[in-house]
């Protein structure tokens, strides 16, 4: 995660593990994380081609002008990056870790808005991990969008938790030369 309010938020998420693997929702106070809840949000996976709003904050409802409530994560991307989000999104609750994208938000006259958009595994009321616990980071001013909602958000950068092969089984990574491997071609 590179932005400070990404990172702050990971702090925040860590310390409310309390030790076991994933906090439950009911341990993530807002007031803890005021000055971020313009961008939090907050997902229910359904299933693996569901992960619906349970939250979005306002500044967030506010890029894309419209109302997230109950809608799909997943309806924001489109093709391949769609793929690739939801593989990211499931790897983060099945594995229990942290993962993040950068994108591009883009309006329809053209502008362009990089962001950060960071996702931690939350416990539901069954105890089981079936929730999202997100930040969707703006990395450069806002301003172009006043009155221009956001209609596609493109895929830059994975950065998938840390579990080597679990979204890509068979994939490694040379640490001497940091050339990426098909295991079996090795």
Not at 135 to 157: C, N
Request: hydrophobic share 40%.
């Amino acid at each position: 995660m590179r932005h400070a309010q990404s990172k702050a938020l990971h702090a925040y998420w860590q310390t409310r593990r309390q030790g076991g693997a994933a906090p439950h929702r009911a341990d993530i106070e807002p007031q803890d994380i005021a000055g971020l809840l313009g961008y939090v949000f907050i997902l229910w996976r359904a299933d693996p081609q569901h992960h619906i709003f349970r939250l979005a904050g306002t500044h967030l409802c506010d890029l894309y002008q419209r109302e997230f409530r109950e809608q799909n994560f997943l309806s924001l991307w489109r093709g391949h990056d769609r793929t690739h989000v939801q593989a990211v999104l499931e790897a983060s609750i099945t594995g229990c870790a942290p993962a993040s994208v950068i994108a591009r938000a883009n309006s329809l006259d053209m502008h362009q808005l990089p962001v950060e958009i960071s996702f931690l595994p939350l416990r539901g009321p069954s105890c089981t991990i079936d929730r999202t616990l997100g930040l969707f980071q703006p990395l450069d001013t806002t301003d172009a969008f006043k009155g221009r909602p956001v209609v596609r958000t493109s895929l830059r950068e994975i950065h998938p938790p840390a579990m080597p092969g679990h979204i890509f089984p068979g994939l490694a990574v040379d640490d001497r030369s940091g050339v990426k491997k098909v295991a079996n071609d090795q």
